[in-house]
């Protein structure tokens, strides 16, 4: 049995030094190579098979990361492997010690397109991958043709629409090879909660980004529009996984929602969950109270939805362990998760899949302060969020349930 980790991991920030990524930030030398050895540190301890990065930069800063991290994984190798002489070099522990090097894995960068000038520069997303990938690896973000989302009023009137062209970070789609089948791999962060304000023709900046003169509504309006952004760009996700589905193959996304596991923006990725019975509701085109679905059609309905629904390894860690709540991001005495790995159902047994299953989900959120906290600037360096991952075992073949 093939075993696999799989992590997704936002950096907060990956960029070289004395480069302003942000307006008036920008690190040292000092300070980008504690980022960088702390960051490498991180991926030693997950050790993980499949990376999916989020706030890259600079495709080199990382290529600089994951070499740091092969130098202190085989330090650690030298002193915490026994060598081939040693009798007992097969026991479990040496294994879980053991560090894999990332020598022969394939990485592959998606740039921002709206990234700029200095001081406004825009994050693009990164995969790493020991399994190395099948095909090339596709960047969502310019759309070809413009995505509408049509509104209705009540009346049944015409109600606008929303018109999607470009999403604010890219998706990362990579068809990768895991046990006896190429998986397709999401990589995506999707837009912040921070609120988007318009700036008027000819204006410095938008009135409501000056918080001296404070404009409640106005802010609230933000944050619509980047609460409408973000689920605009988990629909354009989700049109791409269902096509994936739909074409039989797994699926596996991670990366930075930027909302909560039981979020619109992750229900909209993942998928509705079906009713256990379909036959009591009235038919869509019901002429007759008792005009309902059929056990056969209920069926149908239940298979169709399910063939298309993504698992949180979240929310089946917290079932499974009996856990009451796992958090990613601490900010102002809020804790929760916005960073998320769903599967499809080949890696739920329990949802008829075969291909594997979910043995563990790791979170590392040791590092993480809230804000108010005294250790709060160690954050400019560190992640802000909390690095998870998830242990599968792969089944060798068709029907294996070892």
Same mark, same amino acid.
């Given at each position: 049995?093939?075993?696999?980790?799989?992590?997704?991991?936002?950096?907060?920030?990956?960029?070289?030094?004395?480069?302003?990524?942000?307006?008036?930030?920008?690190?040292?030398?000092?300070?980008?190579?504690?980022?960088?050895?702390?960051?490498?540190?991180?991926?030693?301890?997950?050790?993980?098979?499949?990376?999916?990065?989020?706030?890259?930069?600079?495709?080199?800063?990382?290529?600089?990361?994951?070499?740091?991290?092969?130098?202190?994984?085989?330090?650690?190798?030298?002193?915490?492997?026994?060598?081939?002489?040693?009798?007992?070099?097969?026991?479990?522990?040496?294994?879980?010690?053991?560090?894999?090097?990332?020598?022969?894995?394939?990485?592959?960068?998606?740039?921002?397109?709206?990234?700029?000038?200095?001081?406004?520069?825009?994050?693009?997303?990164?995969?790493?991958?020991?399994?190395?990938?099948?095909?090339?690896?596709?960047?969502?973000?310019?759309?070809?043709?413009?995505?509408?989302?049509?509104?209705?009023?009540?009346?049944? %009137?015409?109600?606008?629409?929303?018109?999607?062209?470009?999403?604010?970070?890219?998706?990362?789609?990579?068809?990768?090879?895991?046990?006896?089948?190429?998986?397709?791999?999401?990589?995506?962060?999707?837009?912040?909660?921070?609120?988007?304000?318009?700036?008027?023709?000819?204006?410095?900046?938008?009135?409501?980004?000056?918080?001296?003169?404070?404009?409640?509504?106005?802010?609230?309006?933000?944050?619509?529009?980047?609460?409408?952004?973000?689920?605009?760009?988990?629909?354009?996700?989700?049109?791409?996984?269902?096509?994936?589905?739909?074409?039989?193959?797994?699926?596996?996304?991670?990366?930075?929602?930027?909302?909560?596991?039981?979020?619109?923006?992750?229900?909209?990725?993942?998928?509705?969950?079906?009713?256990?019975?379909?036959?009591?509701?009235?038919?869509?085109?019901?002429?007759?109270?008792?005009?309902?679905?059929?056990?056969?059609?209920?069926?149908?309905?239940?298979?169709?939805?399910?063939?298309?629904?993504?698992?949180?390894?979240?929310?089946?860690?917290?079932?499974?362990?009996?856990?009451?709540?796992?958090?990613?991001?601490?900010?102002?005495?809020?804790?929760?998760?916005?960073?998320?790995?769903?599967?499809?159902?080949?890696?739920?047994?329990?949802?008829?899949?075969?291909?594997?299953?979910? %043995?563990?989900?790791?979170?590392?959120?040791?590092?993480?302060?809230?804000?108010?906290?005294?250790?709060?600037?160690?954050?400019?360096?560190?992640?802000?969020?909390?690095?998870?991952?998830?242990?599968?075992?792969?089944?060798?073949?068709?029907?294996?349930?070892?």
């Amino acid at each position: 049995m093939l075993r696999a980790r799989v992590a997704s991991f936002n950096v907060k920030n990956l960029i070289g030094p004395e480069q302003e990524y942000y307006k008036f930030q920008q690190y040292t030398e000092e300070e980008y190579a504690w980022k960088s050895d702390w960051l490498a540190e991180q991926l030693v301890t997950m050790d993980a098979d499949i990376v999916g990065f989020q706030e890259i930069f600079e495709e080199a800063a990382l290529s600089d990361v994951i070499e740091a991290a092969d130098e202190i994984g085989q330090e650690s190798n030298e002193v915490s492997v026994p060598d081939r002489s040693k009798r007992y070099r097969k026991r479990a522990i040496f294994r879980k010690l053991s560090y894999t090097g990332y020598d022969d894995a394939a990485l592959a960068f998606a740039p921002n397109v709206n990234d700029g000038e200095a001081g406004h520069r825009r994050p693009g997303v990164a995969l790493l991958s020991r399994f190395g990938f099948e095909g090339t690896p596709e960047v969502i973000q310019e759309l070809k043709t413009p995505m509408d989302i049509p509104f209705q009023d009540f009346d049944g %009137e015409e109600g606008g629409y929303y018109r999607v062209s470009r999403l604010s970070r890219p998706i990362l789609k990579a068809r990768i090879p895991m046990g006896r089948e190429v998986v397709t791999v999401f990589n995506t962060h999707l837009k912040s909660k921070l609120g988007e304000f318009v700036r008027p023709e000819d204006a410095e900046f938008a009135p409501e980004s000056d918080l001296a003169s404070y404009d409640a509504v106005g802010r609230a309006l933000g944050s619509a529009r980047a609460a409408m952004r973000r689920m605009a760009e988990a629909w354009v996700l989700r049109g791409e996984i269902v096509a994936e589905l739909k074409a039989g193959r797994p699926v596996i996304v991670m990366g930075d929602f930027n909302d909560s596991e039981n979020a619109v923006s992750s229900e909209i990725i993942a998928g509705e969950k079906p009713f256990k019975n379909y036959s009591w509701m009235l038919r869509h085109n019901a002429k007759a109270s008792n005009d309902r679905y059929s056990r056969e059609e209920n069926e149908h309905i239940q298979e169709a939805i399910a063939s298309v629904q993504l698992h949180s390894a979240e929310k089946l860690f917290v079932k499974k362990s009996m856990r009451d709540m796992v958090y990613t991001s601490a900010f102002g005495g809020v804790f929760e998760s916005i960073d998320q790995i769903y599967m499809s159902r080949h890696f739920v047994p329990e949802a008829g899949g075969e291909l594997g299953e979910m %043995e563990y989900f790791s979170v590392l959120n040791d590092h993480l302060t809230d804000g108010s906290h005294a250790e709060a600037p160690y954050n400019k360096l560190a992640s802000d969020h909390g690095q998870i991952m998830v242990h599968l075992a792969l089944n060798d073949k068709r029907g294996d349930k070892r």
